[in-house]
Structure formats: C-alpha cells, structure tokens
C-alpha cells in the first residue's frame, strides 16, 4: 500500500477483535484446488542445500515442479487475497529482539491474531493464494548494524506460511514498507546507501536460507511499492532525495538483480524458486515504460511481475467518488490491464498483487460489483493473478468468511475449484464477452441518463469540484465524464456551440451538504481542439443562490491541450502557466489559479456559474 493512506482509510472504524477457533468454525478448505497433478506437469523433488535453516518446518511442503513456467503457475494460483495490516504492522521502536512476541504486533493496525482457521476460512471463501507482508525489519537491531532477523519473528512468519499450505494455497512473501527504510538507498551518503544494500542482503539471504527447503508453493517478492520514487522517501532517512527518475529506475534494477542473485545463490530449492519482481512503484504505467527493466535469471521461466491496481484512487482509496462504472471508467481500467500483456508476451507471470475498493465495516461501497467482475475478467482474460488488499474488510476475520453474500459469490464464482470444468478458452471467452457486455450497458445507460453525454464531436462545459474533506466530487480532471461524481450531486452542464454567455451548476441536497472546497475549476470538454484560442471569462459564482466576491481575475488555460479550464480554486498552482490568455486580449498581472476566498464556501447546498465564452478572431 502506499505510506499507508489507504491503509489507514480501509481499516478505519475497525474494531480489533480476535478470531477465536469457535468463531472461525472448522475451517473446511476441501474446495479443488487445481495441483499440478491436474495441470498435467510432473513433479521433481529437490533435497535443498546445507545452508538451509534447521528451523524450517517446510515438512510436506518441499515439494518442486522444476518445468513448469511463471505462464503455467499463475493459472495454478487463481484468486488471491492479501494478509493485509498484519505482519507488516510497524513497531519497531518498542520490539525488543529475542523477547518480543510478534504476534503482537498484528494486532498494531487493529487486525486480530492470526489463526490457521482464518487463513483456511480465506481458502474456503475462494481464495487460492495468499500474499502475506512482512516487515522484517521490526525483529533487527539494523541502526547498530545488526541485521539478524530475530528468530521468534521468522518463526512466526513460517507459521503463517504453513497455515496457508496446509490449506493447499500458494503464499507469497515479502519485505512490506517496513518502517520507510527503503529511504536510505536515496540518501546522499554514500555510506548510507551501501548500508541499505547491506541490509537488504543480509535479510534476504536469512529468509532464503530459512525457507529453502519449501516447495514452489511459496514465492518470494522483492519488495511492495518502495522500488521507484520511494527509494527517496524521508520516513528513516531525512537526507534522502539524492536520486532523479533515472536514477531511481536504474536503482530498481540494480536491487531487483541483487534479489534474484541472493536467492539464486542459495541454492536447493531456491535454485528454481518463483520469484516475484517488484515494478516501478507497482504503478501500471511506470512499469511499462521501457526504463523498467527485468532482472536476468539463472532460472528458466520462473519469474513473475508485480502491479498494483488502484485506480481511479478518488473511487478506491476515498469517499469522495461514489459511483463507479461509465464508459469511461471501462475503457481506463481495460487499457491499463492489457498494457501489461507486454510482460506475459515475454514469458513472465503478472500478479497484481494488491487492489480494492473502499469498505465500511464489510459493507461493499456503491458498484464495487462493477468493480470487481470487470478486473477478474480482465485478469481472467490475460491469466494475471489477482490479490485483493483487505483488512478485515469484505473477509471478516471474526466470521473466517465473506459476510455479504453478493460478495462472496462473486469472488467464490473466480475459484480454481469453480472454474475447474472450463476449459482455457471457454474462460477467456465468457471473460471478453462479460466485458463486452458491461461497456455496451455502461454506453446505453448514459446516453439514457445523462443530458449531455460526453462526446469527441462537440464541447460541454462543467465544474469540476473536490469538497475540503474530499467526501463529495464530480468529474475533476480534464476529461469530461458526466457519471465520475459522488452519489446524488447533480449537475447541469451545457453543450458550447460558439460565442455566447452560458451558466452551469452543481446541486448538493443529494448528498446533503458540500463541506468546503480542496478545488474547482470550469472546464471546457473539447475547447482546445474545436475552438483553438477560445477564452473564457467567468461573470459570476454564486454559492447557495447568492453571488460571492470574486477575490482575483481568472485566466483560461488548458493542462493537457484538448480541455480549455478556468481555475477557480486551485492551489497546487503557484503561478500563471505560459499559455494563459484573456478574453480582453491580456492577461491581468493579478490574474490567479485560486478566484474565490474558501470562506465562502464553508457549507455548500450549490454551487452555479455564468460565464462569457469567445472562439478566437
């Protein structure tokens, strides 16, 4: 996740209850679980090396398929869900090595203690994997140079291990944000950076060597969401910063190399071992870009690479977008998934190992549904493995199962043991085809519901508008979508068909009650390409039907050459851009992104704004 905001919003109003063995029932898993017995590959033993650890309880599970590929597990690993808030829950400040009970710290983020009737109640629900986080630097003295994992802390871990195991899942493990430590690779001490290298090193040769002797049912990751712009962060490291872009992708290669090289270098079982490479700050499109580059491998067809999805973060991640499911949001969400294809063309298998959407005590929020069929579709369609992020979320840690049943279908309906009398094709094909079928419907309900539909053949002029508390939105952003709003808000927008005054409007008694305003801006769909040069003047804004004092000139711009804007309220604007222009011809030397004293807009029932709009001469 990243530095825990959405953390923080999808657990918050939690309570920290513990799952007992009488509330998790029996914890059945008997559900299929497509082996490799089924998948037709035969399985080959390895006895592991000397180095591995006499702690490890791999048991039964050493089990090695040494010819299957990345392509061919990642439709072994079906559904899967993130451990999340639990073994990465940071305390490190208060962990006393060798005496710490670490199950405490589960408990930090407001999880219950983990139990192996939760993790077997997660296989029951449908759910064939599971990624555990893990921050390993809670059990290290790592500030004197000590950076021995303590053993209580990894013993633990191998439990959680086995338990999703012993319920037939493949489990992922990783280093998970982990106090911000990831800082130091960005610092500008030399010696600093080789210290973060050192550490990494040390941590993963412990955990190779203790898990060696496991099967190819465990994976390991290279790292969450810290391999990017984070390895600049400042949590641990205040002089980070040092590196550029460039920078920081060449860093991402070097470490993602050096954990393949450590593994590797382990041998036994982890001469073969899975790996799962972090991308570039798990972003889709970072990623893509031709910057990323994949570590080389002693292996053959055994690495995989990890995406997150999170988008748009204002549905995902926030309140203040309440409706998910236009054309629009479609055709965004199927663009970003394909585009990594790029990755499965070359032989690696692509687990997007986190995404979710916002709940409220188990709650689903509105079109989740939506949400959620169209990924596993998507995910379906190019055999990507899907991790959803929860923390005692939609699974409900006390019950050891999906409480609301739409839910529980939904993802029970994507298990290995569901889809187990389909064939490749036929899922790939009911995939296409329930997409398909969900932009068609996503088309037919707005041009049925929405006065004026967003189109590339004439302009529509709107306000775009984000609440103080981010809690109530409609349609930020240069690209005009009539349904990207919270709930209830309504709007009348306007077509521009050429010189004239028009008014739009946002209504909020749907909602309630707009509480102030963190932006806003009148935007033009369309206005740089159909009418190149057009301005605009804003006459006047009126809050709850009494006009405001304007407090500064506007200017006409457009961010991304196609959307013509007049900011209204707008602070991440500190100057006027270059390509600013006026209605009378120049800019005013007072002309600024911020027109309106927020005051006004304290308590918003509505908000309205007449403006004059001329094409160029």
């Known amino acids: 996740m990243r530095k825990h905001r959405f953390l923080t919003s999808l657990c918050a109003g939690l309570l920290a209850v513990t799952c007992g063995l009488s509330a998790c029932g029996d914890g059945d898993s008997s559900s299929g679980s497509g082996s490799k017995a089924e998948n037709g590959s035969t399985a080959e033993s390895s006895a592991g090396n000397d180095s591995a650890s006499d702690e490890s309880t791999a048991g039964e599970h050493g089990e090695m398929n040494t010819s299957m590929t990345a392509l061919e597990l990642t439709k072994l690993m079906g559904n899967g869900i993130n451990l ?340 490749d094709e036929e899922i790939k094909k009911n995939a296409q085809d329930s997409m398909d079928a969900a932009l068609k419907k996503a088309e037919e309900e707005l041009s049925k519901d929405i006065s004026v539909p967003a189109s590339d053949d004439y302009a529509v002029a709107w306000i775009m508008y984000n609440s103080k508390d981010y809690n109530v939105s409609y349609c930020v952003g240069n690209v005009y979508d009539p349904t990207s709003m919270t709930a209830g808000v309504k709007a009348e927008n306007v077509k521009i068909e050429g010189d004239g005054t028009y008014e739009v409007s946002l209504d909020f008694s749907g909602v309630g009650t707009a509480k102030g305003i963190a932006f806003s801006a009148l935007g033009i769909s369309n206005g740089e390409k159909l009418f190149p040069g057009c301005t605009i003047k804003i006459e006047e804004i009126k809050v709850n039907g009494e006009p405001i004092t304007m407090t500064a000139p506007g200017y006409t711009s457009s961010d991304d050459k196609i959307c013509t804007r007049v900011n209204i309220y707008n602070e991440w604007v500190s100057s006027v851009p270059k390509d600013a222009r006026s209605i009378d011809g120049t800019v005013p030397e007072d002309a600024a992104a911020i027109i309106i004293d927020p005051k006004d807009f304290n308590s918003i029932d509505s908000i309205s704004v007449k403006f004059t709009f001329k094409t160029a001469q």
């Open 84 to 423: 999340g808030n639990t073994m990465e829950a940071y305390g490190h400040k208060v962990y006393v090595k060798g005496e710490t009970d670490p199950t405490d710290f589960e408990n930090n983020w407001g999880q219950p203690d983990t139990t192996k009737e939760m993790i077997a109640g997660m296989k029951a629900a449908g759910f064939d994997s599971l990624r555990v986080p893990v921050a390993w630097t809670n059990g290290m003295d790592f500030e004197k140079g000590d950076y021995e994992i303590d053993e209580k802390l990894m013993n633990r871990v191998d439990e959680i291990v086995n338990y999703a195991l012993d319920s037939d899942m493949y489990v992922m493990i990783n280093d998970h944000w982990d106090g911000g430590w990831w800082g130091m690779f960005g610092s500008a001490s030399e010696e600093t950076q080789k210290k973060a290298m050192d550490m990494y090193t040390s941590m993963w040769t412990q955990i190779a060597e203790h898990f060696n002797k496991y099967g190819d049912k465990l994976i390991f990751e290279s790292a969450n969401e810290e391999l990017g712009d984070r390895l600049n962060d400042k949590d641990y490291a205040p002089d980070s910063g040092a590196l550029k872009k460039d920078d920081c992708y060449k860093k991402t290669t070097e470490i993602n190399q050096k954990f393949v090289d450590i593994v590797r270098g382990t041998g036994g079982n982890n001469a073969n071992r899975f790996l799962l490479i972090a991308g570039y700050n798990t972003d889709i499109e970072n990623t893509v870009n031709n910057k990323y580059v994949m570590p080389t491998d002693t292996a053959q067809n055994k690495l995989l690479i990890s995406v997150h999805y999170y988008t748009p973060w204002n549905y995902c991640g926030e309140n203040a977008l309440q409706q998910w499911g236009s054309p629009t949001d479609y055709e965004e969400q199927n663009k970003l998934l394909k585009s990594m294809t790029k990755f499965t063309d070359q032989g690696y298998g692509v687990i997007i190992g986190e995404y979710a959407v916002l709940t409220n005590n188990h709650k689903p929020k509105n079109d989740s549904d939506k949400f959620y069929t169209n990924f596993l579709d998507n995910c379906d369609l190019y055999n990507y493995v899907p991790m959803l992020w929860d923390c005692n979320n939609l699974y409900d840690k006390t019950e050891c199962k999906i409480t609301d049943e739409s839910m529980a279908k939904l993802f029970g309906d994507r298990s290995l043991s569901a889809q187990s009398s389909l064939s």
